[in-house]
């Protein structure tokens, strides 16, 4: 069985802030949202790309998964409504029907009232907030309840507060608006053919590139610092690195099961995840001064190498995997 808190927190670290809120509402919905997880496998090699060699910011990492323009393969509806500037924003929340829809907003996320200076990297960066209510008060403004998973909050803020937060100028155009997703009248069968015809298209592109594991195994042997100017960087890489790889598996494992595809390799993906878990932590305490584990980080990268390939095998010929594969996955996942 499936647990819950771990699937939450692996999502979490995976999805941006807009798409773990639509998970969440939709799992809260009883809505089937396992099947527009069909290209959570992430390439190791794109998230080098992204993290080692254009030292992009981690923020900026963006799952495929959950594209809007999708969740009608789950029989979902939607709408973007936009707004000019914030004076919009209150007449336009307070005539939604919080029991039908689910409602989100981009905003200036170092704006928003429950937040602690130091939380986000970049304060005037767009951060998204799920809005599940209003309720009026004397003098004609009110009181929004608000939903927010980083930092983890959920409780009610200002008309005032509303206002502030998404008086940005940085966002864009096309993110002024509230996204409302409509709750369903009964819950509909996601359409398998496109989605199944998606993800072959999608994992035709894909390679079961392991080489990142031997790159960060030579960093642990060697101690140099790789691209980055000390070795805190390095493994601030790392740790963001393992916890989109980590995500990125577990997301995967959950398509695979809804799509009642082979038990084992949901077995072997939760393991991938967990031991990239292990590693991403591992590159944290590093970070505060403990030690590095050098070989405990060798010894994982090879077990989760080895993890990975086998998983491959099961994706690319998931008919041809050849029966002596159980033992091990069982002894790798111990």
């Known amino acids: 069985m499936m647990d819950v808190r771990e699937r939450q927190r692996f999502e979490t670290g995976f999805f941006n802030c807009r798409a773990i809120q639509l998970s969440l509402a ?18 190791t090699k794109e998230i080098y790309e992204h993290l080692y060699v254009k030292k992009s910011k981690p923020w900026f990492y963006r799952s495929p998964c959950l594209e809007p323009s999708e969740l009608e393969l789950i029989g979902i509806p939607y709408e973007q409504v936009p707004y000019a ?24 996320c170092g704006e928003a009232p429950y937040v602690k200076p130091g939380t986000f990297g970049d304060p005037e960066a767009a951060h998204s907030v799920w809005v599940c209510g ?4 004397p003098g004609g403004s009110g009181r929004y309840a608000i939903r927010d998973t980083y930092p983890g909050y959920e409780g009610d803020i200002s008309e005032e507060d509303l206002r502030r937060m998404c008086k940005v100028p940085a966002l864009n155009t096309e993110d002024r608006a509230v996204f409302l997703m409509r709750k369903p009248e009964a819950k509909a069968s996601p359409d398998w053919s496109r989605i199944r015809k998606r993800y072959e298209e999608r994992m035709a592109r894909q390679q079961g590139d392991t080489a990142y594991y031997e790159i960060v195994r030579a960093y642990a ?4 610092t790789g691209p980055f100017t000390n070795l805190a960087e390095l493994y601030d890489c ?10 990125s598996r577990y997301a995967f494992s959950c398509f695979v099961e809804a799509a009642e595809g082979d ?16 590693l991403k932590n591992f590159f944290l305490m590093a970070i505060h001064g403990g030690s590095d584990h050098a070989a405990i980080i060798a010894q ?13 095998g099961y994706i690319v010929s998931p008919s041809g995997v050849a029966p002596g594969i159980a033992p091990q996955v069982t002894n790798f996942l111990a």
């Open 300 to 312: 994982l990268c090879s077990e989760i190498q080895e993890l990975e390939e086998l998983a491959w």
């Open 221 to 224: 042997s060697g101690g140099g």
């Open 134 to 137: 209003w309720s009026p008060e």
């Open 263 to 278: 038990r084992s390799l949901v077995q072997l993906l939760r393991g991938i995840a967990r031991k990239a878990d292990m």
């Open 238 to 247: 790392h740790a963001h690195a393992f916890k989109f790889i980590a995500g």
């Open 85 to 108: 500037d914030d004076e919009e924003i209150a007449p336009l929340l307070q005539r939604i029907d919080y029991g039908a829809c689910a409602a989100f907003l981009w905003i200036s």
């Open 26 to 43: 939709l799992q809260e919905w009883g809505m089937p949202v396992e099947a527009l997880y069909y290209n959570a496998w992430e390439s």
